[in-house]
Structure formats: structure tokens, C-alpha cells
């Protein structure tokens, strides 16, 4: 997977991008924003009411490190499926750019990085506008961008893989709604862990978007520990790599026939 190659398909994605971006400012920034100020706000007053902070901090600077992972988390899923079959078989530009001296290792690999810089844009616009409101009270706030994007990517790359193996896409809204929403109730977006049962707080280790969260929830807060964050980005690191060796070999043996 050689640089320049992945940077020209990275730059059509881009160009394609600018022509259409007003369609996806909605649903890329304007409702993660209404949701965090709903949920953190409206009915982060009602929990602070009842039962004070959660772990410490307000139920506002509680869920803002959740919300930002979950939202990268849920944008890398859905450019990861319904995107990568339109590419291989409904609009075939994967195929047209493997026509040319780009590989399919480059195709995949430009795919990861255009996601991760539509999930860092919008993490930037999403964190500016909770320190605004106070749901970021670290300075160190900053680094939950990388934080939401290492989760993002722990998630698009083994997606993705799998999308570019399909011949329908019958089974993609059933990993949203079975695989990638449940996972904002395990991974202590709304609630933490603790608050599970005991014998499902261990699974929580075994989604991507818990390591995210922990390592965007230290970011926000300033409460970091050295250990745990460690761990959590060692975690998301071999969630990407197993998922880039899925990919690289799934799009070589779809897109080399």
C-alpha cells in the first residue's frame, strides 16, 4: 500500500465530497450537538436532581466523551457498509480506480483514511461546541478527537471488510440494529458499566466503543490513568490491525478476480 496512490483516491472522495456536503451536515453535526444538549442538559438536570453526579462529574460532562465516541462510532459504520457495496457493485469506482496502477490494498486504504477524516471533522465541530455548553472541562479535551477516531476506525475497518464480501445489503441494517446500536448500551455511553450486571460488565471489554469512550471520557475530564488509557488504545490498535489484515485480503480477492 504505497502513499501517493492512497492519497488520489482520498482526494476523489474528497472532491465528490464538496459538491455534496450540505447533505450530510444534519445528520454529521446538527444532531449529535441536539443530542448532546438534550441529553446532557435536559435530562442530565433530572439525574443530577435524583441522584447527583455520575462517577464524580455531571451527567453533562459524563455522557459528552460517550456521545462523541458513539457518534464517530455510528458515522464509520455506515460509511463502512452501504458506501463500500456502491463502490464494488452498484457504482463500481472500485473497480475503475483498481483499473489503474491503484491496488485494492490502496482502495481499502484510502477508504479508512477518508473516514477517519470525516469522523476527526466532525469530532472537531462536536468537541468546540461541548466545551461551549461545559461538558469538556480539561484542556486535555483536545485529544478525545484521536481518541473518537482510533474507536471509529476499530470499527470501520472489519466493517468494511466484511461489506466488500457481500452481494446484498439484506444484512447491514441487521448489524446496525443488532450489532453497532446495542453497543451504546454496553460500552458506558449513558450509564457506567458498573451499572451493568455483574456477569456483563467483563463483555464490555469486547466492544470497541467501550475502549473509545474510556479513552475520550479521560481526555474530557483530565482524569487520566496511565495504565487504563494504555490499555484502551493497545485494545483499539488490535481491533484496526485485525480488522486492516480482514480487509486488505477480502478487497484483494474481490476486487483481483
Given at each position: 500500500?504505497?502513499?501517493?496512490?492512497?492519497?488520489?483516491?482520498?482526494?476523489r472522495?474528497?472532491?465528490?465530497?464538496?459538491?455534496?456536503?450540505?447533505?450530510?451536515?444534519f445528520?454529521?453535526?446538527?444532531?449529535?450537538?441536539?443530542?448532546?444538549?438534550?441529553?446532557?442538559?435536559?435530562l442530565?438536570?433530572?439525574?443530577?436532581?435524583?441522584?447527583?453526579?455520575?462517577?464524580?462529574?455531571?451527567?453533562?460532562?459524563?455522557?459528552t466523551?460517550?456521545?462523541?465516541?458513539?457518534?464517530?462510532?455510528?458515522?464509520?459504520?455506515?460509511?463502512?457498509?452501504?458506501?463500500?457495496?456502491?463502490?464494488?457493485?452498484?457504482?463500481?469506482?472500485?473497480?475503475a480506480?483498481?483499473?489503474?496502477?491503484?491496488?485494492a490494498?490502496?482502495?481499502?486504504?484510502?477508504?479508512?483514511?477518508?473516514?477517519?477524516?470525516?469522523?476527526?471533522?466532525?469530532s472537531?465541530?462536536?468537541?468546540?461546541v461541548?466545551?461551549?455548553?461545559?461538558?469538556?472541562?480539561?484542556?486535555?479535551?483536545?485529544?478525545?478527537?484521536?481518541?473518537?477516531?482510533?474507536?471509529?476506525?476499530?470499527?470501520?475497518?472489519?466493517?468494511?471488510?466484511?461489506?466488500?464480501?457481500?452481494?446484498?445489503?439484506?444484512?447491514?441494517?441487521?448489524?446496525?440494529?443488532?450489532?453497532?446500536?446495542?453497543?451504546?448500551?454496553?460500552?458506558?455511553?449513558?450509564?457506567?458499566?458498573?451499572q451493568?450486571?455483574?456477569?456483563?460488565?467483563?463483555?464490555?471489554?469486547?466492544?470497541?466503543?467501550?475502549?473509545?469512550?474510556?479513552l475520550?471520557?479521560?481526555?474530557?475530564?483530565?482524569?487520566?490513568?496511565?495504565?487504563?488509557?494504555?490499555?484502551?488504545?493497545?485494545?483499539?490498535?488490535?481491533?484496526?490491525?485485525?480488522?486492516?489484515?480482514?480487509?486488505?485480503?477480502?478487497?484483494?480477492?474481490k476486487?483481483?478476480?
Open positions: 500500500m504505497s502513499r501517493a496512490p492512497v492519497l488520489r483516491v482520498v482526494e472522495e474528497f472532491t465528490v465530497w464538496r459538491r455534496l456536503w450540505r447533505a450530510s451536515v445528520s454529521a453535526f446538527v444532531t449529535p450537538v441536539l443530542f448532546l444538549a438534550a441529553m446532557g442538559l435536559g442530565g438536570g433530572l439525574v443530577e436532581k435524583g441522584s447527583g453526579d455520575v462517577d464524580g462529574v455531571s451527567y453533562l460532562e459524563f455522557i466523551p460517550g456521545l462523541l465516541a458513539a457518534t464517530g462510532a455510528l458515522m464509520a459504520a455506515g460509511e463502512s457498509l452501504w458506501p463500500v457495496m456502491g463502490g464494488v457493485k452498484w457504482m463500481r469506482t472500485y473497480h480506480a483498481v483499473a489503474t496502477p491503484i491496488s490494498s490502496d482502495v481499502f486504504g484510502a477508504h479508512l483514511v477518508w473516514v477517519s477524516f470525516r469522523v476527526a471533522m466532525s472537531t465541530v462536536f468537541i468546540a461541548a466545551a461551549i455548553l461545559g461538558g469538556v472541562v480539561s484542556p486535555w479535551g483536545v485529544l478525545a478527537i484521536p481518541a473518537a477516531v482510533l474507536g471509529a476506525m476499530a470499527l470501520a475497518a472489519p466493517l468494511s471488510a466484511f461489506a466488500i464480501t457481500q452481494e446484498s445489503d439484506l444484512p447491514f441494517a441487521l448489524i446496525m440494529r443488532l450489532g453497532v446500536f446495542p453497543l451504546f448500551l454496553f460500552s458506558g455511553t449513558f450509564f457506567p458499566v458498573s451493568l450486571p455483574d456477569w456483563l460488565q467483563p463483555l464490555a471489554v469486547l466492544s470497541p466503543l467501550y475502549h473509545a469512550v474510556e475520550c471520557r479521560m481526555a474530557t475530564t483530565g482524569r487520566f490513568d496511565g495504565a487504563d488509557a494504555v490499555g484502551n488504545a493497545v485494545a483499539l490498535v488490535v481491533f484496526i490491525a485485525a480488522g486492516c489484515v480482514w480487509g486488505v485480503r477480502t478487497f484483494n480477492a476486487l483481483t478476480q
